[in-house]
């Protein structure tokens, strides 16, 4: 049962458009988020989170929402760039377990030029 | 180097061979994490390490084995591979979980024949 979801595989944006990437969680006990990106033949690297206690925390183009009542989060990147191509993955540590972070299955976004 | 490193990068195995993943880091951080990575699935956990000696299933542990003798290093063997154990391998540590990042190997692609 996946306690942190990426419902969408993949995501094609125009360059200079935004991106809305979309991650739920199911696990009410999750109060901190993290994103990750990841290119192809690297592994993925720390991009951004976010506090339970907050619901907008920003870094340059990106900048990622929490709605904790839907129990949804986004990654918004403004304006996308063709760099921006990657794998990006939404995690999530658990505080009533091993605090270990669950992954999302990631959303493939392709930003063309 | 410093920073975490994987070897090897590439491996082809043949079913029914033991295979050993190296992981090694030089932050001294207390938990190192190996995943996997396939596609439709995301990032699975296989097995974490909190410290020397302490090691925990993931999700996914079933076929492989680890150990932590060192902080540094933590490796990941395929006791007796099978075909569905081909996969993308990424070795990850982090200072404390939670709120801290996890910081990734660049992955060993293994392919089981």
């Known amino acids: 049962d996946q306690q942190v979801k990426q419902n969408s595989p993949s995501l094609s944006v125009q360059e200079g458009r935004i991106s809305i990437l979309n991650c739920d969680y199911t696990?009410?006990?999750?109060?901190?988020f993290l994103w990750y990106k990841k290119y192809p033949a690297e592994g993925p690297t720390f991009l951004i989170s976010?506090?339970?206690?907050?619901d907008k925390n920003e870094d340059g183009r990106f900048t990622v929402f929490l709605n904790k009542s839907a129990k949804h989060l986004s990654l918004h990147i403004v304006p996308s760039q063709p760099g921006d191509s990657a794998v990006y993955f939404c995690?999530?540590?658990?505080?009533?377990?091993?605090?270990?972070?669950?992954f999302g299955r990631g959303t493939s976004l392709i930003v063309h030029p | 180097d410093a920073g975490i490193t994987q070897s090897p990068r590439y491996k082809i195995t043949e079913t029914g061979r033991q295979v050993t993943l190296m992981c090694h880091q030089t932050w001294s951080h207390s938990y190192m994490f190996w995943y996997r990575q396939d596609l439709g699935h995301g990032l699975r956990l296989i097995y974490y390490?909190?410290?020397?000696?302490?090691?925990d299933k993931g999700e996914v542990p079933d076929g492989y084995v680890v150990s932590r003798s060192k902080t540094e290093n933590f490796p990941l063997t395929l006791e007796s591979a099978t075909r569905s154990q081909t996969s993308v391998y990424f070795c990850?540590?982090?200072?404390?979980?939670?709120?801290?990042?996890?910081?990734f190997g660049p992955g060993t692609r293994l392919t089981v024949l």
């Open positions: 990850a540590s982090t200072l404390n979980v939670g709120r801290d990042e996890q910081f």
């Open positions: 390490s909190a410290a020397a000696d302490i090691t």
């Open positions: 976010i506090s339970s206690i907050k």
């Open positions: 696990n009410s006990m999750f109060d901190y």
């Open positions: 995690a999530a540590p658990s505080r009533g377990g091993s605090y270990i972070p669950t």
